[in-house]
């Protein structure tokens, strides 16, 4: 009987995870079907790149243990909103929020918690724009509201990210002040480029292809 119910709890597992998988796949044809109609409309592909993932059961186990809740199916569906992830990088700052509004406006989409670190970046520089949003996937059994978390950004952002992401875990958490001091320096560092990069692009953009006196 116990093989059976470990069978039974396995079986669950795999069933919750797979609502996820499912979920991230509708943002992701979202994503993807904004691109390339963008692309085609308006002749320029806001997108540079998209990544998603589902959570590893170790990392939910992690996760669940750090938030000390109940191991529980329901439990864990409520408070752990970030087990499908879609990364939107985009080159500039406009085209984060064109984004963001073209996937959050759909009527099929809920949009459960908007945490925008561009308009007030974390105090370790962190900067990208993070909705939680709800999509419906419709199975055999019934449809379902998954959440997903997308997370928009732009390139700058996300060489950041993924640079502070590892130091991170190099150091196990314990990253030594300097270096903390020089990342969120560089963050603010990141922040200038973008800046400078959006007015670039706005000046060739109203300049209408036309060359640019320099
Ligand atoms: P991974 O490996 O990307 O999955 P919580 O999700 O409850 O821990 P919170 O504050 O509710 O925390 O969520 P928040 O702030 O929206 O951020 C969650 C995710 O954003 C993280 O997921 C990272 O992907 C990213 N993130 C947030 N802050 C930082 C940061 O300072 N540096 C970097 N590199 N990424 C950040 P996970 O689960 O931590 O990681």
Same mark, same amino acid.
């Given at each position: $009987? @116990? ?27 979202? *994503?993807?079907?904004?691109? =390339? ?21 170790? +990392?939910? !186990? ?6 000390? *809740? ?5 439990? /864990?569906? $409520? ?14 700052? +406009? ?8 996937? %959050? ?10 945490? =925008?670190? *561009? ?8 900067? +990208? ?11 055999? %059994? ?7 978390? !997308?997370?928009?950004?732009?390139? @700058? ?26 990342? %969120?320096?560089?963050?603010?560092? $990141? ?12 000046? /060739?953009?109203? +300049? ?5 006196? !320099?």
């Amino acid at each position: $009987a @116990a093989i059976e119910q470990a069978r039974a709890l396995r079986d669950q597992f795999q069933r919750f995870l797979r609502e996820y998988e499912f979920g991230m796949r509708e943002v992701e044809t979202k *994503i993807s079907i904004l691109r =390339d109609e963008f692309t085609h409309n308006h002749a320029y592909n806001p997108i540079e790149h998209v990544k998603s993932r589902v959570k590893s059961p170790d +990392s939910i !186990v992690e996760k669940v243990a750090r938030k000390g *809740i109940d191991a529980d199916f329901d439990v /864990v569906r $409520a408070e752990i909103t970030d087990i499908a992830g879609v990364r939107v990088t985009c080159s500039f700052v +406009s085209d984060v929020y064109r984004l963001f509004d073209l996937l %959050t406006q759909q009527n099929d989409i809920t949009v459960r918690v908007v945490k =925008d670190y *561009i308009a007030v970046p974390k105090e370790n520089g962190y900067r +990208s724009l993070h909705a939680i949003v709800e999509v419906p996937v419709f199975l055999s %059994t019934g449809t379902v509201a998954v959440p997903v978390e !997308v997370q928009f950004r732009t390139i @700058a952002m996300d060489f950041w990210a993924s640079l502070e992401h590892k130091i991170h875990y190099k150091f196990a958490g314990a990253v030594p002040a300097a270096l903390v001091q020089s990342l %969120t320096e560089a963050a603010e560092t $990141a922040g200038e480029l973008d800046r400078r990069m959006e007015s670039l692009h706005r000046e /060739v953009h109203a +300049s209408n292809g036309r060359v640019l006196e !320099v």
